[in-house]
């Protein structure tokens, strides 16, 4: 059994394990990153999959299909769309320091979980950003580093039960963190021409 390794429809290769197919796909990836595109969907035996790397790693795949966009073009649906979130989480990290300054724990944490989710999400696409477009790295950086500083702050006043500490983190840290990332999101942008 071999797996079939394709590129926008074109035969990139084929590889006998799921180990080597991994291997073979990361590094047409980064091929194509140089290209100036980039890896938008993965298909594993037809299936669209975020997990691609999972599936390939340990799955029993036939066929891998990496589909590429301009890396420009990626970055700005990518932006567009986190522009368009992060006021959401904003008010997301308001509310839960209200039910906390109020006393509803359980208020709290109904906000919170998306609130968490969409941090990593938040976290996960300054990374991605800063690996494709090395011009935003420093911007990202101090951007991802002041939210780390906050999360650490809000993760040590949940640990300790501190509701009260907790609340003001979350209103008056990690939320500016937020809104202030997202000033310079649109700066970034403008700045790379990254305008749908």
């Known amino acids: 059994?071999?797996?079939?390794?394709?590129?926008?429809?074109?035969?990139?290769?084929?590889?006998?394990?799921?180990?080597?197919?991994?291997?073979?796909?990361?590094?047409?990836?980064?091929?194509?990153?140089?290209?100036?595109?980039?890896?938008?969907?993965?298909?594993?035996?037809?299936?669209?999959?975020a997990d691609w790397e999972e599936a390939l790693r340990w799955?029993?795949?036939?066929?891998?299909?990496?589909?590429?966009?301009?890396?420009?073009?990626l970055l700005a649906e990518a932006a567009d769309g986190m522009l368009e979130y992060l006021p959401r989480l904003e008010e997301g990290l308001f509310a839960a320091a209200v039910c906390l300054r109020d006393g509803?724990?359980?208020?709290?944490?109904?906000?919170?979980?998306?609130?968490?989710?969409?941090?990593?999400?938040?976290?996960?696409?300054?990374?991605?950003?800063?690996?494709?477009?090395?011009?935003?790295?420093?911007?990202?950086?101090?951007?991802?580093?002041?939210?780390?500083?906050?999360?650490?702050?809000?993760l040590s006043a949940w640990e300790a039960g501190d509701h009260e500490c907790l609340s003001f983190i979350l209103e008056r840290k990690l939320a500016p963190e937020v809104r202030a990332g997202r000033r310079w999101l649109e700066t970034a942008r403008a700045e790379l021409g990254l305008l749908n």
Request: hydrophobic share 45%; proline share 2%.
């Open 59 to 73: 799955g029993t795949a036939r066929r891998v299909e990496l589909l590429t966009v301009p890396t420009q073009q």
């Open 1 to 49: 059994m071999s797996i079939l390794i394709l590129v926008d429809g074109r035969e990139a290769g084929r590889e006998r394990t799921g180990a080597a197919a991994l291997k073979t796909a990361l590094r047409l990836e980064a091929e194509q990153n140089r290209l100036g595109r980039a890896v938008s969907t993965v298909l594993v035996d037809g299936r669209e999959t």
């Open 104 to 154: 509803d724990v359980a208020g709290a944490h109904r906000f919170l979980i998306p609130a968490i989710e969409g941090l990593q999400w938040y976290v996960d696409f300054l990374r991605d950003l800063g690996s494709l477009e090395t011009r935003c790295l420093e911007g990202v950086t101090r951007v991802a580093f002041s939210l780390r500083n906050a999360l650490r702050a809000a």
